[in-house]
């Protein structure tokens, strides 16, 4: 009896959600504490640019298991890849919260060498998550997978609401000489103890895979071996695939004999068409769209951009847990989804090649029109892909691993495709703290309205 609580459904959807937590939560905690680090090391603002190619290259371990997957399809074990992954990410995030701030003299000029490699060893983490464990997912129903992406989205929240809690970016418009500057105030505790923050997630990702698999492993000792998977889902008649038993994951075993032929055709139009879907959200919310956020949010002031990040990450979970009730399935209904998703994405793309002026910038109907764009963009792309994720599920183990596949190729097209225009041809005009230069079309030594 009082091991009936841990085998519970409630158990399993609280474990998968921090399994989860742990996929993108490295790279989303480096991005959010960017404003701390960029003021200790050499690289300065350089370090933006840098991140991004690091990520970039983070790719090369999708790329490494597509082509084991490929090469010899069926032998790749998952579990132990997954287990793998997540401890070079614990080593990763601790090594980091103590060399974080080190620099080592190269060709004569300082450069932040662990910060740089350590980096890079979280993001090939965080690409290669994406490849292992969305087809991990197939050994449980469709439901567990909407609980998979809210545990994403808290890989995206928890670090942005730390990282408000530790005064990320605050600071004060002071008077000096009849100028107005910026002074930026000390944040309430150091860049050490946020990435130690990091590793603790990391922890806490990693033992509820192992708390999972121990239940995978009990599950299958305790099954009655008279009655088959597929007997069991037939009486059911539930939301069940006929590998599972009961809600149970299966062993990884059963998973290799159910990818043996003869299987269904998966390159279908609609399949195509769900990942095509998949790649151009997760081009604009991964890629496109971040690269932009504070060109679109700053010149309202910095309120307008707080709150926009932390919304937008409250409306991910949100968004997702709607999913685990309402599934969109029509394929038109989720064409007009996108497209109404790709209205306000539309909106704020203008909004930051209009920076540093953009329009109704000194009005309250202006900062709430874009805290409520940045809400409903992110609310209706993540939702729509939970739905493509769920509909991709019920496709089979193969096209689990290209929606990763999708979901990591369509951030990394937006990532390079806004990178040069940001940081080379620099299109966007980052709005000036403290300084107003829109007015009659003049700088003026006051700060914006509401700043």
């Known amino acids: 009896m009082s091991g009936s609580w841990w085998s519970g459904a409630a158990v399993t959807h609280g474990l998968m959600a921090m399994f989860a937590m742990g996929s993108w939560v490295s790279v989303n905690s480096l991005w959010v504490e960017l404003p701390v680090v960029v003021r200790e090391l050499p690289e300065g603002w350089n370090l933006p640019a840098y991140l991004s190619v690091l990520i970039a290259f983070g790719n090369l371990g999708p790329i490494a298991v597509t082509v084991a997957h ?57 690409c290669t998550s994406t490849v292992t464990f969305l087809p991990f997912m197939f050994r449980y129903p469709p439901e567990y997978i909407r609980t998979f992406f809210i545990g994403q989205g808290f890989s995206a929240l928890f670090p942005c609401v730390v990282a408000l809690g530790q005064g990320v ?27 130690w923050f990091l590793f603790v997630m990391l922890i806490i990702s990693a033992l509820s895979f192992t708390a999972l698999t121990g239940r995978q492993a009990k599950s299958q000792q305790e099954r009655p071996p008279k009655e088959s998977d597929g007997t069991e889902a037939a009486k059911n008649g539930e939301e069940t695939h006929r590998l599972y038993d009961g809600g149970a994951p299966v062993s990884e075993e059963q998973v290799r004999v159910e990818e043996e032929p003869p299987a269904p055709r998966f390159w279908t139009g609609r399949n195509v068409y769900l990942l095509a879907l998949l790649a151009v959200s997760n081009a604009l ?22 709150l926009s990040v932390v919304l937008g990450n409250i409306a991910n979970p949100l968004a997702c847990f709607l999913a685990m009730f309402v599934v969109l399935r029509s394929s038109v209904g989720l064409g007009f989804l996108s497209l109404a998703a790709g209205v306000f994405a539309a909106y704020l793309l203008a909004l930051a090649a209009l920076s540093p002026c953009p329009p109704l910038q000194a009005s309250l109907a202006g900062k709430a029109l874009v805290v409520i764009s940045w809400i409903i963009f992110t609310g209706l792309f993540s939702y729509l892909k939970v739905v493509i994720g769920t509909l991709l599920h019920e496709a089979g183990h193969a096209a689990l691993l290209w929606c990763g596949i999708s979901i990591q190729a369509g ?30 079309g003049t700088s003026s030594p006051f700060p914006p309205p509401g700043s």
Not at 170 to 179: A, D, F, I, M, Y
């Open 169 to 195: 970016s605050k600071l004060e418009c002071k008077t000096e000489n009849n100028t107005v500057k910026p002074e930026y105030l000390e944040e309430s505790f150091p860049a050490q103890n946020f990435f």
């Open 70 to 126: 490929h090469c010899a399809p069926g032998r790749l074990n998952e579990r132990l890849a997954i287990h793998c992954i997540q401890a070079l990410a614990v080593v990763a995030s601790a090594f980091l919260a103590i060399f974080w701030s080190h620099r080592v003299t190269i060709a004569g000029v300082e450069r932040s060498l662990p910060f740089l490699l350590l980096s890079f060893v979280l993001a090939l983490v965080c």
């Open 285 to 306: 919310t991964n890629g496109v769209l971040p690269s932009v956020q504070s060109f679109s949010c700053l010149p309202y002031n910095n309120m307008t951009f707080h």
């Open 411 to 440: 951030s990394l097209i937006g990532a390079l495709t806004m990178f040069p225009l940001v940081n080379v041809y620099q299109v966007f005009t980052r709005a000036q703290d403290c300084v107003d230069v829109c007015s009659n």
